[in-house]
């Protein structure tokens, strides 16, 4: 007997083997290219930032020292961010530190010997303070050339002796030294942002 009701075939969609072969290949081939840009595009970000950070330090520590009419000091700190900072006593090494990645603070520092001394007379103010920022060597660095350990401008905003460069470096995984950028330090005191080694000025 021939039944009246109507057979209902169900059509199974899904992936050919093909097809899902297609698309991890193309999942594979953007994986290749993208993800490499994007974490360019990360290690850039951050170098600027890190750039950026210091940089403004600096034009503080500058226009403090003019609107106070006071020697002002920013030093590199190991300790920045306990009840009572002070300024590094080692030199900034790409090999075993950070530089001044380990932070600073910014005070005035009427004997512009580059030491906090808020016991001192008259009292020494601190001004700002920067926390650790960049936690491995193998992250990055902040290293002068030539070596200082503090920066002292004095109420004109100039600063004595010779140039500085600071050198903010990219990380080791990162192999474009177009990366790298500079901030320069002219023996009067302006400091500015460049993308090659600083030249005397």
């Known amino acids: 007997m021939q039944s009246n009701f109507p057979v209902n075939l169900r059509k199974h969609n899904g992936f050919t083997l093909i097809e899902l072969l297609t698309v991890v290949t193309i999942i594979i081939i953007v994986s290749a290219y993208g993800i490499p840009t994007l974490r360019g595009l990360i290690w850039t970000s951050q170098i600027s930032s890190n750039t ?8 503080l520590a500058r226009s403090e020292a003019i609107k106070r009419s006071a020697p002002v000091t920013i030093c590199r700190s190991t ?4 009840a009572t900072p002070s300024c590094a006593t080692t ?5 075993s530190n950070t530089g001044w990645g380990s932070g600073w603070i910014i005070f005035t520092d009427f004997n512009s010997n580059g030491t906090y001394e808020p016991a001192g007379t008259p009292t020494e103010v601190l001004i700002a303070v920067q926390d650790k920022f960049i936690n491995l060597p193998t992250d990055g660095s902040i290293i002068p050339t030539p070596q200082r350990r503090f920066i002292s401008f ?4 100039q600063t004595f002796g010779n140039f500085v460069q600071f050198a ?3 990380p080791d995984a990162d192999t474009n030294a177009s990366h790298d950028r500079f901030i320069c330090i002219a023996q009067g005191g302006r400091a500015r942002v460049d993308t090659t080694s600083c030249t005397v000025n």
């Open 154 to 157: 004095q109420p004109t905003g």
């Open 52 to 59: 950026s950070t210091l940089h403004s330090a600096l034009l």
């Open 79 to 82: 300790n920045p961010s306990t």
């Open 91 to 95: 030199n900034s090494l790409p090999t």
């Open 168 to 170: 903010v470096n990219r």
